[in-house]
């Protein structure tokens, strides 16, 4: 990411953290330019790109200020709702100036070929753009094998209903895993089982039972950031998971629909170490943009490439969205602004680790081990009732989410657990959130 990028993500995450409140003067142009190590002119494009954001204004012979009325920012933070429930990101950081920015771009640039009907493969400098793109993930695959999709949840149906060359017809899924996709899976009466998962990892024995014996079309898995987990897949179990797909002919579905907010430097996917052309990637943009923007790719292995493209059938995915996010990606914005989330998002899961040492100190709750993402298991007693929990919390404002929704119905091996998400937990309401969680499982500890 280019220098001032990064310190402009840096200036514009303080001021969000109340670091430079409103109407407060940023450091002169020569004191950052100590501060961060750079020439004045990459601090004065930094400062000349918050000016333009509406974020600053400048005073000739002064200096820069920040925008806004003076105000207590957590004056009803006591009588709000503490959100650990929504999935969704944060609504007030969402790119709304530099998305408007790359939709007038794109209307510029491709004219009226965005209002007519679309490759069904997706926009082609689009696919072209998510092959740099993607191979910063370390996923290498060239754009003919790029599928631009409505978002991930597109993707997955596909996967579903279309057949696969093994011939194989159920779909093994982690337990637990993405509800959503587990009561589709239900709905459509598409054979599935489970195979458990804790935040320990997965049995690789038992997965190589299941490929063995199955009947298994693929697996799917989310490999990083596991939903609701949280947790990833050590380097040792991705090697193997690629490597039992290969042996045994069965496909690995990988939901990398958090890579974005990735700091592990040594983190490659499942499918960078596949050799045998056996791992789907899937992606989704809908964590760093806006869930409104409903897209996703699907990086397909060539056997497969036909058979998607035929189901998908029709450009259903908006040209006008497809060409935006094409101009964002280029012009360094989604760059800058995946370094925006990922900063605010560790914050709040640093605070939460914190405000679990502080009150869970005798380790009644079994917290996953998780230092990045949004989502973090709270497991509990056996002898706590969820309805009850939650129905508790809910009566103190706090808001949760059972684990009984991420299983497949029936399945028999289920932990109790609620997810915790901090994709919308404001940060000064963390610390009362878990001391509030803890207090009420010691309550209902019978």
Known sequence: MKKYLSILSDLEQKMMEGQYRPGQKLPS???AVKLYGCSVSTITRAYAELEKRHAVYSVPQSGYYVVGKPENRHHDAEGE????????????????????????????????????????????????????????????????????????????EILAKMPFPNGNSAILAEQPSYDMYLRYLEAEAIPVSGIARTAAGIDLRELEEKFRSGGIKFFYTMSRYHNPLGTSYSTEERKAIAALAGKYGVYVVEDDYMADLGDERNFDPI????????????????????????????????????????????GDTSLLSQAALEVYIKSGMYERHK?????????????????VQRYNDDGMIDVSDVRA???????????VNLERLTKRLAARKISVVSGKRFYLTGYPERDKFLRISVSRAKPEQIDAGVKAIVEEVRRGRW
Do not use: W
């Open 373 to 383: 993402g949004v989502y973090m298991q709270f497991k509990l007693p056996q002898t």
């Open 271 to 314: 499918y960078a170490y596949d050799t045998t052309s056996h791992v789907i990637y899937l992606k989704s943009f809908s964590k760093i943009v806006f869930p409104g923007l409903r897209l996703g790719a699907a990086v397909l292995p060539e056997p497969l490439l036909e058979t998607f493209r035929s189901c998908k059938r029709y």
């Open 29 to 31: 142009v020569r004191s």
């Open 81 to 156: 709702t503490i959100d650990f429930a929504s999935a969704s990101p944060d609504l007030t950081v969402f790119p709304y100036l530099d998305f408007q920015h790359c939709l007038n771009k794109a209307i510029d640039t491709h004219k009226y070929h965005l209002f007519t009907y679309g490759d069904p493969q997706g926009l082609k400098s689009l696919r072209q753009t998510l092959v740099s793109h993607l191979a910063g993930h370390q996923v290498f695959a060239e754009a003919e094998r790029i599928v631009v999709t409505s978002g991930v949840q597109q993707a997955l």
């Open 339 to 355: 370094h925006k989330i990922y900063s605010q998002y560790a914050g709040r899961i640093r605070a939460l680790n914190e405000a």
